[in-house]
């Protein structure tokens, strides 16, 4: 069973950082390709980027230019480094292995204006 836990987030100032991490386990980690989301208050959940197992990566337009996902296949984890945040960036933001149907629990980011 694939167990996720996402850490790293918090409360900054617009224009601010921060980088999140993912760990996995109960899953073979490197094949795997691995993505993050985010769900904002009333909203639906959203993706935001992904990475293969080749270390290719895709974002959400919205995104692009201020996210970059990244992975440590030797750790299990996954990160995602967002630079510039935007008080619509304001989100529970969750990882999720690809192919599996499991959610950890999420990060609260949370950006003030």
């Known amino acids: 069973q694939v167990q996720l836990v996402e850490s790293g987030g918090g409360l900054v100032q617009a224009g601010g950082s921060l980088r999140l991490s993912c760990s996995a386990s109960g899953i073979i980690f490197s094949p795997n390709g691995m993505g993050w989301y985010r769900q904002a208050p009333g909203k639906q959940r959203e993706w935001v980027a992904t990475i293969t197992s080749g270390g290719s990566t895709n974002y959400v337009d919205s995104v692009k230019g201020r996210f970059t996902i990244s992975r440590d296949n030797a750790k299990n984890t996954v990160y995602l480094q967002m630079n510039s945040l935007k008080p619509e960036d304001t989100a529970v933001y969750y990882c999720?292995?690809?192919?599996?149907?499991?959610w950890g629990q999420g990060t609260q980011v949370t950006v003030s204006s």
């Open positions: 999720k292995a690809s192919g599996f149907k499991s």
